[in-house]
């Protein structure tokens, strides 16, 4: 699912470059009012380009672990 997420944090820093989501400088009302809008009139793009991060950082999540039950090491 699409994200708003806080300027400069882990979270904003992930979604930002791949388009997942929002990021908002001040959390105030009024700016997460125009996040929230901005997600609603672009959802299906927001949507897809969540899915699709997702589904690759899960396939990167099981590869480390395939990885490390194999060899041992992270």
Do not use: C
Not at 43 to 64: E, I, L, N
């Amino acid at each position: 699912s699409p994200i708003v997420a806080t300027a400069g944090t882990w979270m904003a820093k992930l979604i930002e470059p791949i388009g997942a989501g929002i990021a908002i400088e001040e959390l105030t009302p009024e700016n997460l009012h125009r996040a929230v809008t901005q997600i609603i009139d672009g959802y299906a793009g927001f949507r897809d380009r969540a899915f699709h991060a997702g589904q690759a950082q899960t396939q990167k999540s099981w590869d480390v672990l395939l990885d490390l039950l194999k060899t041992g090491k992270p």
